[in-house]
């Protein structure tokens, strides 16, 4: 079975612009989650999408969005970019998006902001 | 805000020494879990702790989650080349599917 895929893996734009990232779930997942991940903050939950509607949400402006459809493929965008989004962007699929299912990673999506 | 704070951040040992990687919070989560991140990957899952006192072996690894739940230690047992890389520790806060993730401790081992 494919694991997590997201795409593109590496990103470059410059401050202001936006972007899309793109993660594709394991087959029959249900549950997308996306994290932030930089060397001050570590790992940050950003936002969960379970059947098509969002979940949860951390902590994170509204420059931040995502969307799931109904094939439980996931979007983020990033509106407005600044350099502090320089990050690698993860996304996590679970099978029914219950707590205590096994979140899969996907290898990220490095983002560079100038 | 729930916070996870690990300790070592850094570690580098040579190969065969043993190391204990911690991970503490002041608050109680209702399951912790411990992953491995190699460069340029995501995390991968090593175990999920979900009792209070709970001590799980994965070949040379151990996992203890704390008695109160609020604590969790890996100890890792003849370390290996093969064992470099970030471990993290999260934990599930009981409020839906969302982790909340320790800083991690890099370790590198040596030949």
Redesign the interface.
Known sequence: KAG?TQTPRYLIKTRGQQVTLSCSPISGHR?V?W?QQTPGQ????LF?Y?SETQ??K??FPGRFSGRQFSNSRSEMNVSTLELGDSALY?C?S?VG????????????TRLTVL | TQLLEQSPQFLSIQEGENLTVYCNSSSVFSSLQWYRQEPGEGPVLLVTVVTGGEVKKLKRLTFQFGDARKDSSLHITAAQPGDTGLYLCAGDNNAGNMLTFGGGTRLMVKP
Do not use: I, K, W
């Not at chain 1, 998006?97 to 096994?102: E, I, N, P």
């Open positions: 997590v549950s989650s994290y570590g790992l940050q939950f969960e379970f979940r949860n951390g902590n993860l996590a679970s998006g219950d707590r205590t299912d096994t979140q899969y990673f996907g290898p990220g």
